[in-house]
């Protein structure tokens, strides 16, 4: 597979990723530890017929070292608890864009592996994206309310999460994609104790809400993972880092369109801000 062919296929993730805020809303009031158990044990579960088709399953789990396990379980159990918390308690848009910060952050750490160093338009890029991020809670749709500050800081979590474990698996190409179906399946059953322990059971009381979960595994929490690990090993990262600053404004006005938030000035200036910010520092590492 060719390093373009792979960044292509990235992006692939991205697109679907557009489509969390909207599907989380959507499952809405399923608790957020129970939600995450459905939607992995369905991405996990598709990913493990196909697994079992290709064969060798006992030598991938074999020759997965355990600093991977802890990333990957990690990265996709610990992000997705932290985004889909912070949904409930914070308004979608705004919690939305500040979790989407990560793609700006990949070009941050990035910049900080072995062989690369941050210029000045990196500073200046992740400035501006900070106030993009500010405008959301001192000015955003809803506008800022303390009762919101806990979802905002999960948020900040969430973006921290999915760009460590983003940069960090670029140190681990040799292990085979198919290990993701079982960060997965690894992350539902994590999900599911800690909703066992920490929430109560909601069955999903639509058909609406159904459907934004089966939808959450099908895609967002399912394909988008594989999709990412190929293009964070095997394409350029430093690209698809600059072409995930298209997560947040698609997010976005996926939200606006289906009406779940509104189209003010103020959000949509910092939806540019944020992804203006990102695009300097993208430009500061093709420089380098």
């Given at each position: 597979m060719s390093r373009r062919a792979a960044t292509l296929i990235g992006f692939g993730a991205v697109l679907l990723w557009s489509l969390l805020a909207l599907m989380t809303v959507g499952s809405d009031p399923v608790p957020p530890f129970q939600l995450s158990a459905m939607a992995f044990a369905i991405g996990g579960g598709i990913g493990l017929l196909f697994t079992l088709r290709r064969g060798g399953v006992m030598e991938t789990l074999s020759a997965t070292p355990p600093i991977v396990w802890a990333l990957g379980i990690g990265g996709l159990f610990g992000y997705h608890?932290?985004?889909?918390?912070?949904?409930?308690?914070?308004?979608?848009?705004?919690?939305?864009?500040?979790?989407?910060?990560?793609?700006?952050?990949?070009?941050?750490?990035?910049?900080?592996?072995?062989?690369?160093r941050l210029r000045a338009l990196h500073i200046v890029g992740a400035v501006v994206s900070f106030a993009g991020?500010?405008?959301?809670?001192?000015?955003?749709?809803?506008?800022?309310?303390?009762?919101?500050?806990?979802?905002?800081?999960l948020a900040v979590c969430c973006s921290l999460t999915w760009s460590g474990y983003s940069v960090l698996s670029r140190r681990f190409k040799e292990v085979p994609t198919e290990v993701v179906t079982f960060f997965c399946l690894a992350s539902a059953g994590l999900a599911g104790l800690a909703h066992v322990m920490f929430e109560q059971t909601v069955i999903p009381?639509?058909?609406v809400s159904w459907l934004s979960v089966i939808?959450?595994?099908?895609?967002?929490?399912?394909?988008?993972?594989?999709?990412?690990?190929?293009?964070?090993?095997?394409?350029?990262?430093?690209l698809l880092g600059t072409a995930s600053y298209a997560a947040p404004l698609l997010s976005t006005c996926v939200l606006i369109a289906a009406g779940v938030a509104q189209a003010t000035t103020v959000l949509l200036l910092a939806a540019v801000l944020i992804a203006v910010g990102a695009g300097l520092a993208a430009l500061a590492s093709h420089r380098n």
């Open positions: 608890a932290l985004y889909f918390s912070a949904l409930r308690l914070a308004p979608a848009a705004e919690a939305g864009l500040i979790a989407y910060l990560w793609p700006l952050l990949i070009v941050l750490f990035s910049g900080l592996l072995p062989g690369e991020a500010a405008l959301i809670i001192a000015r955003g749709g809803a506008g800022f309310q303390w009762s919101y500050v806990p979802g905002y800081l009381s639509s058909t939808g959450l595994g099908l895609g967002p929490v399912g394909l988008a993972f594989f999709l990412w690990d190929i293009g964070v090993k095997r394409g350029d990262i430093q």
